[in-house]
């Protein structure tokens, strides 16, 4: 049982290159969600998905998309990278949407 | 709108002292509070949860947070501190019927051996 996975887990990119970070979670969780972590700013939510077939605007969406592939994958993407997008990305997961979120490890990634 | 105040950025301890990580939140209704653990490199672990009963809530690794409703507060205790608890430490509010959580800004907790 490997819970939330991510990958990849470093990237580096260029300014204005696109990429798409993956999660998945193997167990059977009806919500998922991105986040992103930057120095003394807590964690702020991007986009979440309350069930399959549905996403939603978090409070930080903007230069991000999402797209809830399945129950199990719930992928970000980056259509045009600038430097403010450098940061720490976690994706999580819960039963629904009002229960406990485990995280994954985490997705450092570095835009020049 | 919901919100966390972690009004520390650290948390210095020595081995063996007890450790009180403080947070206090701002909410619509009944609150839902969470502890998550941050090592370095790693994703955030939950710890425990309040989410209506007992006001003394127990956790892993020893942890516990005390609820108070009229002081809006959910601190983090430990007993005794470790060296391994050295760590970043969360707190998070979430409204009855909200499902998005509010995160503070974290605590950075180091137990000096």
């Known amino acids: 049982n490997a819970g939330v996975t991510q990958t990849p887990k470093f990237q580096v990119l260029k300014t204005g290159q696109s990429m798409t970070l993956q999660c998945a979670q193997d167990?059977?969780?009806?919500?998922m969600y991105w986040y992103r972590q930057d120095p003394g700013m807590g964690l702020r939510l991007i986009y979440y998905?309350?069930?399959?077939?549905?996403?939603d605007k978090g409070e930080v969406p903007n230069g991000y998309n999402v797209s809830r592939l399945n129950k199990r994958e719930f992928s970000l993407r980056l259509e045009s990278a600038a430097p403010s997008q450098t940061s720490v990305y976690f994706c999580?997961?819960?039963?629904?949407?009002?229960?406990?979120?485990?995280f994954g490890p985490g997705t450092r990634l570095l835009v020049l | 709108a919901q919100s966390v105040a972690q009004p520390e950025d650290q948390v210095n301890v020595a081995e063996g002292n007890p450790l009180t990580v403080k947070c206090t939140y701002s909410v619509s209704g009944n609150p839902y509070l969470f502890w998550y653990v941050q090592y370095p490199n790693r994703g955030l672990q939950f710890l425990l949860k309040?989410?209506?009963?007992?006001?003394l809530v127990k956790g892993s690794y020893g942890f516990e947070a005390e609820f108070n409703k009229s002081q809006t507060s959910f601190h983090l205790k430990k007993p005794s501190a470790l060296v391994s608890d050295s760590a970043l430490y969360f707190c998070?509010?979430?409204?009855?019927?909200?499902?998005?959580?509010?995160f503070g800004k974290g605590n950075q907790v180091v137990v000096i051996p």
């Open positions: 999580a997961s819960s039963v629904h949407r009002e229960e406990t979120q485990y």
């Open positions: 998070a509010v979430r409204a009855y019927g909200n499902n998005r959580l509010a």
């Open positions: 167990m059977n969780h009806n919500s």
């Open positions: 309040y989410i209506t009963g007992d006001n």
């Open positions: 998905s309350a069930s399959e077939g549905t996403t």
